[in-house]
């Protein structure tokens, strides 16, 4: 798309937008048209990204102010939201494991495990990139452990396009890098909007710990699920990978010992985990997650004591995915105040009058799972269906916090097609596999994804008491 045509989708969408707002709808007030022109326009950006998907969340913040939706006050309060200081945290933390290759060192030291079977290797592979992408972002698993397949598939002269063994290690970097971050509230951007649109609209926090409780072991989950079906539909050429193991002695040799930063990294990290956990076993301060999350940011970057400066932070971090957030935050906030969320649900709910939760989680998930083609962001797909699947709970009388969840995680499925999330891309850049191999499995992997999630059901139910 060339930067006239964006210019046009912009500038076109950005009119709608008013004359929704300004032509006469029933009994709607201004604020609830202007929401809903402001709702089409963040679909049509998220869409076509005619402009770059953080400057979506500006524009929606811009939007809702001047519409009189919020104050300017509280719309750029969505910019410095605890949510974002999560993520901050998370990016900083992704930082400082990148600059001492420990990130590399963890998945390595994961996969020299596995011995020389093919099988073993990618699901090796993929174990270590999905407890990579649940402390960093997934986007920077996939980059960090895709040249490490690469070397793998040079040792059997993995032929691009035609070697079943390529499609699925490459394939499967990409998945495993999407799942893990449904573990840990830090791994990916639709678990921290999720967990504010569930305290917004229950008052119930879910805490690090009690998210990990189902999180990790839902990742873990899928992550094996993924692997026996790349296996079942590639069979891979070669049962064994000789030399394998002597890539991963090699690379890890190369990073050698542990000097003192990278030890007085790895112990924040330790620190950091421990101090997001404490509020579940020991009650700390109401917010506990999110001064924590500022606690771990000054300790990376004090002097004295931390291993990043402040010019590496500026430089390496990820500042766009905050906006995207904020964005995403006031569009459902946005929504629910004006109480066009609650209209939406209402009418879905009708529909789904006496059907069971099951039925209803499942169809929540399945929608959200397959719309991640559609908006092609999972964060935007999150921001989108989290907070009209928790207004449709509640209209149904249902346990509204398990529904949001259900939402938050499918929006994570973006399984089908390379350009659904960076992992994807970076996997497919590779060469090893096409588009209709990949979706191939994808749909699939998203019915099976979805119908694992509600068996999770009665656990999640359970944690949230």
Not at 59 to 84: C, K, T
Not at 331 to 348: F, H, N, P
Not at 387 to 395: G, H
Not at 405 to 421: D, K, M, Y
């Amino acid at each position: 798309m060339n930067d006239k045509l964006k210019l046009f989708i912009a500038v076109a969408t950005l009119s709608v937008v008013g004359i929704i707002a300004y032509i006469p709808l029933g009994d709607f007030t201004l604020q609830q048209k202007a929401m809903i022109g402001i709702s089409i326009l963040a679909i049509v950006y998220w869409v076509t990204e005619c402009v770059p998907i953080p400057v979506t969340g500006i524009v929606i913040i811009l939007l809702e102010v001047v519409f009189g939706v919020f104050p300017l006050a509280r719309g750029l309060s969505y910019i410095a939201s605890d949510v974002n200081m999560l993520i901050l945290a998370g990016l900083v933390i992704s930082i400082a494991l990148s600059k001492y290759q420990l990130d590399r060192l963890l998945s390595l030291k994961i996969l020299s495990f596995m011995g020389e079977n093919t099988d073993k290797i990618v699901l090796g592979m993929m174990l270590a990139t999905a407890l990579l992408s649940m402390w960093i972002p997934n986007t920077a698993a996939a980059a960090i452990m895709a040249p490490v397949a690469v070397g793998m598939l040079e040792l059997i002269r993995a032929e691009k396009g035609k070697s079943n063994a390529g499609k699925i290690m490459m394939i499967g970097v990409a998945y495993a890098a999407t799942i893990g971050g449904i573990g840990t509230p830090v791994g990916t951007p639709p678990v921290p909007i999720t967990i504010r649109n569930v305290k917004d609209a229950t008052g119930y926090e879910i805490t690090f710990a009690k998210w990990m409780a189902w999180g990790v072991p839902i990742a873990l989950v899928l992550t094996i699920i993924a692997w026996k079906l790349l296996t079942l539909y590639y069979p891979p050429e070669v049962k064994s990978i000789p030399g394998g193991r002597s890539i991963v002695e090699g690379e890890l040799a190369k990073i050698g010992k542990l000097n003192k930063q990278q030890k007085t990294t790895l112990a924040i990290f330790g620190v950091a985990v421990v101090l997001w956990l404490m509020d579940s076993f020991y009650p700390v301060l109401p917010n506990w997650t999110y001064i924590a999350s500022l606690i771990i940011i000054i300790l990376y970057l004090m002097p004295g004591v931390g291993t990043l400066s402040w010019d590496e932070v500026s430089r390496e971090a990820d500042w766009g995915v905050l906006f995207l957030v904020a964005g995403g935050l006031a569009l459902g906030g946005g929504l629910r105040e004006t109480g066009i969320v609650k209209m939406l649900a209402d009418s879905i709910a009708t529909g789904l009058t006496g059907a069971s939760p099951y039925l209803v989680n499942i169809v929540i998930a399945l929608v959200a799972g397959f719309s991640v083609t559609v908006f092609c962001s999972i964060t935007a797909t999150s921001s989108a269906f989290v907070p009209i699947a928790i207004a449709i709970a509640s209209s149904l009388g249902m346990d509204a916090r398990f529904t949001g969840i259900v939402a938050g995680i499918a929006s994570c499925f973006a399984f089908l097609l390379p350009a659904n999330t960076p992992p994807n891309a970076i996997a497919y850049s590779y060469g090893y596999f096409k588009n209709y191999e990949m979706a191939k499995v994808g749909f699939v992997l998203t019915l099976l994804s979805s119908i694992v999630l509600i068996a999770f059901m009665p656990v999640i139910t359970l944690l949230t008491g």
